[in-house]
């Protein structure tokens, strides 16, 4: 149901949504197994996505039905109830209309029209910014901390390109996360990290502060995108090893170029060219999937992107204080002083608190456009 939400259908009584959603669901259903959609890959993926985004708010529509039930049996049988029937049918009729009113919040959220990216893996890239050595340490720091984190929630962490400055920080490393809700949570994520610490390369014990940058891709897959191979330039090379030393005797590097954005992508981790150059177009496609986006966003108006609060790539959106054991996301103002926690996976609590406001924004706008 809420797939037609963009064509003017959005605030709805609950009877509505049962009446639209259900039968939607089936037929979607169903289409997953018919010649048509299954002999189409774009066509199966976005079915197929569908159906996993449309599933909370089928079984959200189920408990309520369940639950109206059981308030209306309730309200029936104490009609004629005796004095001591009354006491646990007027529990029974106060803790199921309780329920029905969490179950009505519930569906509020779930009509919330998808991200269209919701279901995708993600691409991550970080990169130390200013602070030299510093910033490169912490860029590191930030990569384990989200691969701890996908840990806790069963994604899959691929470390696709790793330079490795001087310090054994990182000067650029790529990285693909895998899981149904990867995009979902990892989406708020990208932007510059701000640190607050005394440096390991500080002999004086003077808190410095830097940062990094992580940028945050929905993964492109070859049906989002078509990529022209006359448009590629493609270089392979020798990989090398910090400061320049050969690790590898063969040219399985490759550099690829896309001509008419000039992006350019090279990987060398891999010992074979050919998985190196596959690991290079998987890079290429989303960042200019990325590019595709970016530019469709900038023409839109400010009221219909959807961002967090107020927070921008040109601004700090985090800052990690160690001294204060402090995370502080700036965006929407929250603070947490479990800094050490956090930095060891467990990010939910940030995460949380920006999906809370992110979803007050979108319902806010949904009954703004009534």
């Given at each position: 149901?809420?797939?037609?939400?963009?064509?003017?259908?959005?605030?709805?009584?609950?009877?509505?949504?049962?009446?639209?959603?259900?039968?939607?669901?089936?037929?979607?259903?169903?289409?997953?197994?018919?010649?048509?959609?299954?002999?189409?890959?774009?066509?199966?993926?976005?079915?197929?996505?569908?159906?996993?985004?449309m599933?909370?708010?089928?079984?959200?529509?189920?408990?309520?039905r369940?639950?109206?039930?059981?308030?209306?049996?309730?309200?029936?049988?104490?009609?004629?109830?005796?004095?001591?029937?009354?006491?646990?049918?007027?529990?029974?009729?106060?803790?199921?209309?309780?329920?029905?009113?969490?179950?009505?919040?519930?569906?509020?959220?779930?009509?919330?029209?998808?991200?269209?990216?919701?279901?995708?893996?993600?691409?991550?890239?970080?990169?130390?910014?200013?602070?030299?050595?510093?910033?490169?340490?912490?860029?590191?720091?930030?990569?384990?901390?989200?691969?701890?984190?996908?840990?806790?929630?069963?994604?899959?962490?691929?470390?696709?390109?790793?330079?490795?400055?001087?310090?054994?920080?990182?000067?650029?490393?790529?990285?693909?996360?895998?899981?149904?809700?990867?995009?979902?949570?990892?989406?708020?994520?990208?932007?510059?990290?701000?640190?607050?610490?005394?440096?390991?390369?500080?002999?004086?014990?003077?808190?410095?502060?830097?940062?990094?940058?992580?940028?945050?891709?929905?993964?492109?897959?070859?049906?989002?995108?078509?990529?022209?191979?006359?448009?590629?330039?493609?270089?392979?090379?020798?990989?090398?090893?910090?400061?320049?030393?050969?690790?590898?005797?063969?040219?399985?590097?490759?550099?690829?170029?896309?001509?008419?954005?000039?992006?350019v992508?090279?990987?060398?981790?891999?010992?074979?060219?050919?998985?190196?150059?596959?690991?290079?177009?998987?890079?290429?496609?989303?960042?200019?999937?990325?590019?595709?986006?970016e530019?469709?966003?900038?023409?839109?108006?400010?009221?219909?992107?959807?961002q967090?609060?107020?927070?921008?790539?040109?601004?700090?959106?985090?800052?990690?204080n160690?001294?204060?054991?402090?995370?502080?996301d700036?965006?929407?103002?929250?603070?947490?002083?479990?800094?050490?926690?956090?930095?060891?996976?467990?990010?939910?609590?940030?995460?949380?608190?920006?999906?809370?406001?992110?979803?007050?924004?979108?319902?806010?706008?949904?009954?703004?456009?009534?």
């Amino acid at each position: 149901f809420f797939f037609q939400a963009e064509d003017g259908i959005r605030d709805v009584a609950v009877t509505g949504v049962q009446t639209c959603a259900l039968p939607i669901f089936e037929q979607l259903e169903a289409s997953l197994a018919s010649p048509e959609v299954l002999g189409d890959q774009r066509k199966l993926r976005d079915a197929s996505r569908r159906y996993k985004q449309m599933g909370p708010l089928i079984e959200c529509i189920r408990k309520y039905r369940s639950t109206t039930g059981n308030v209306e049996a309730a309200r029936e049988l104490l009609e004629s109830a005796t004095a001591e029937e009354r006491a646990p049918l007027e529990e029974e009729l106060r803790d199921g209309t309780a329920e029905l009113e969490r179950l009505e919040e519930d569906l509020k959220v779930l009509l919330i029209p998808p991200d269209p990216n919701d279901g995708k893996n993600v691409i991550v890239e970080f990169r130390g910014a200013e602070g030299g050595e510093e910033a490169n340490l912490f860029a590191a720091e930030l990569l384990e901390m989200y691969r701890a984190w996908a840990g806790r929630n069963g994604w899959n962490f691929e470390v696709m390109a790793y330079d490795r400055s001087p310090m054994g920080g990182v000067n650029q490393a790529t990285v693909l996360m895998k899981g149904d809700t990867v995009w979902r949570r990892m989406r708020f994520e990208g932007g510059p990290h701000r640190v607050q610490r005394v440096p390991v390369t500080e002999n004086a014990g003077r808190i410095h502060t830097s940062s990094a940058t992580v940028t945050v891709m929905p993964e492109a897959e070859e049906v989002d995108i078509h990529i022209d191979e006359k448009d590629l330039e493609i270089d392979v090379y020798r990989s090398g090893g910090p400061g320049g030393q050969s690790v590898n005797t063969t040219d399985s590097a490759v550099r690829i170029t896309h001509k008419p954005t000039g992006v350019v992508v090279a990987m060398q981790d891999e010992r074979s060219q050919l998985q190196n150059r596959i690991k290079a177009m998987q890079v290429l496609r989303t960042r200019l999937l990325q590019r595709k986006q970016e530019e469709h966003e900038a023409k839109m108006s400010a009221e219909r992107r959807a961002q967090v609060g107020k927070g921008g790539r040109g601004e700090k959106i985090r800052t990690y204080n160690y001294k204060e054991n402090r995370i502080t996301d700036h965006r929407i103002g929250f603070t947490l002083y479990q800094l050490q926690d956090v930095l060891a996976g467990n990010l939910d609590p940030v995460v949380d608190a920006l999906t809370l406001e992110y979803q007050a924004e979108q319902l806010a706008k949904e009954l703004g456009a009534e």
